[in-house]
């Protein structure tokens, strides 16, 4: 089978046997047009570049909120011209191959469970720190995926009624704080009070985790507050996730996870301020152990 992994910037993809064992692999640029249309026709080409003339089933896994069971895609924060995009079906009508598709966390955290940080867990909870923040419940090794098909959607649990509005539609969501974008704001406020190094001014989105992880192990000040306040937000978050869902393992991946050295004790400090304090004594975290590959490996899943 042909399994892919469509982020924001990049489409990666591989070939798989029937052993599960990876082959041939590919990673492409995502083009300026993003179009519904556009994308259909650049994972064709990137499926017949993988496939190589043989008909083979894909799975592949998206970011945004997506029901695996109907294939329809509703929105994705990256792809803001999509409507209710009938993803699987316009696949399969131009591939003629069975395709099977689930949000990108979902993926990873299935992933996780099959080779990575959660192989001894079959029920846990899944978060990855990205661009925005990925979520995920397994439940006795399943992905839990609720009524409407995208159960998991932590990133906008609301930690601030008060706060910057959120792409759902929503205020003070989670994602706004406990992720790349969440940093971006973080070290903005931070840069006007006049408390962090004028080097973050300039650098891109793109480069803000490398060097805020550089300048933190050069133990800057500015920048270990930063990460001071987003664990602690993360922490806020990931308490009401466990209260409410009684899960007690979370694996946390992304790619945030470089700077979780940073912000760790501080998530962990406020994780258990704001539980249920029994339930908060016997949780567990983990790392996640795949990085990029986690999406890939769990497409091979479904
Ligand atoms: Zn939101």
């Given at each position: 089978?042909?399994?892919?992994?469509?982020?924001g910037?990049?489409?990666?993809?591989?070939?798989?046997?029937?052993?599960?064992?990876?082959?041939?692999?590919?990673?492409?640029?995502?083009?300026?047009n993003?179009?519904?249309?556009?994308?259909?026709?650049?994972?064709?080409?990137?499926?017949?570049?993988?496939?190589?003339?043989?008909?083979?089933?894909?799975?592949?896994?998206?970011?945004?909120?997506?029901?695996?069971?109907t294939?329809?895609?509703?929105?994705?924060?990256?792809?803001?011209?999509?409507?209710?995009?009938?993803?699987?079906?316009?696949?399969q009508?131009?591939?003629?191959?069975?395709?099977?598709?689930?949000?990108?966390?979902?993926l990873?955290?299935?992933?996780?469970?099959?080779?990575?940080?959660?192989?001894?867990?079959?029920?846990?909870?899944?978060?990855?720190?990205?661009?925005?923040?990925?979520?995920?419940?397994?439940?006795?090794?399943?992905i839990?995926?609720?009524?409407l098909?995208?159960?998991?959607?932590f990133?906008?649990?609301?930690?601030?009624?008060?706060?910057p509005?959120?792409?759902?539609?929503?205020?003070?969501?989670?994602?706004?704080?406990?992720?790349?974008?969440?940093?971006?704001?973080?070290?903005r406020?931070s840069?006007?009070?006049?408390?962090?190094?004028p080097?973050?001014?300039?650098?891109?989105?793109?480069?803000?985790?490398?060097?805020?992880?550089?300048?933190?192990?050069?133990?800057?000040?500015?920048?270990?507050?930063?990460?001071?306040?987003?664990?602690?937000d993360?922490?806020?978050?990931?308490?009401?996730?466990?209260?409410?869902?009684?899960?007690?393992?979370?694996?946390?991946g992304?790619?945030?996870?470089?700077?979780?050295?940073?912000?760790?004790?501080?998530?962990?400090?406020?994780?258990?301020?704001?539980?249920?304090?029994?339930?908060?004594?016997?949780?567990?975290?983990?790392?996640?152990?795949?990085?990029?590959?986690?999406?890939?490996?769990?497409?091979?899943?479904?």
């Amino acid at each position: 089978m042909i399994v892919m992994d469509l982020g924001g910037t990049h489409l990666r993809g591989a070939v798989v046997n029937a052993k599960g064992h990876f082959g041939r692999s590919i990673k492409k640029i995502v083009g300026v047009n993003r179009s519904q249309k556009a994308i259909i026709s650049f994972i064709g080409e990137v499926y017949k570049n993988l496939s190589d003339g043989e008909n083979m089933a894909l799975s592949l896994g998206i970011p945004g909120i997506v029901s695996a069971k109907t294939g329809i895609v509703f929105s994705s924060p990256h792809f803001p011209q999509w409507k209710n995009f009938k993803m699987r079906s316009e696949l399969q009508k131009k591939l003629k191959v069975p395709v099977a598709l689930d949000n990108d966390a979902n993926l990873i955290a299935l992933g996780e469970h099959k080779k990575g940080a959660a192989r001894d867990w079959p029920t846990f909870l899944m978060v990855t720190l990205g661009t925005g923040i990925g979520g995920a419940i397994v439940i006795d090794s399943k992905i839990f995926h609720g009524t409407l098909g995208f159960a998991g959607e932590f990133g906008h649990i609301c930690i601030n009624p008060k706060g910057p509005i959120c792409s759902c539609g929503g205020r003070g969501c989670l994602e706004l704080y406990a992720s790349a974008s969440g940093l971006k704001r973080l070290v903005r406020t931070s840069l006007q009070g006049g408390k962090t190094p004028p080097l973050l001014k300039s650098i891109p989105r793109s480069q803000l985790g490398e060097t805020l992880f550089i300048l933190a192990q050069k133990k800057n000040r500015g920048v270990q507050k930063i990460l001071d306040q987003f664990g602690f937000d993360l922490g806020i978050g990931l308490a009401t996730l466990v209260n409410v869902t009684g899960i007690q393992k979370i694996v946390i991946g992304g790619g945030l996870l470089s700077l979780s050295p940073f912000y760790w004790k501080a998530m962990r400090q406020s994780f258990k301020a704001h539980i249920y304090r029994k339930v908060g004594q016997e949780t567990l975290f983990r790392k996640g152990k795949l990085g990029d590959e986690a999406g890939l490996v769990g497409a091979a899943l479904i």
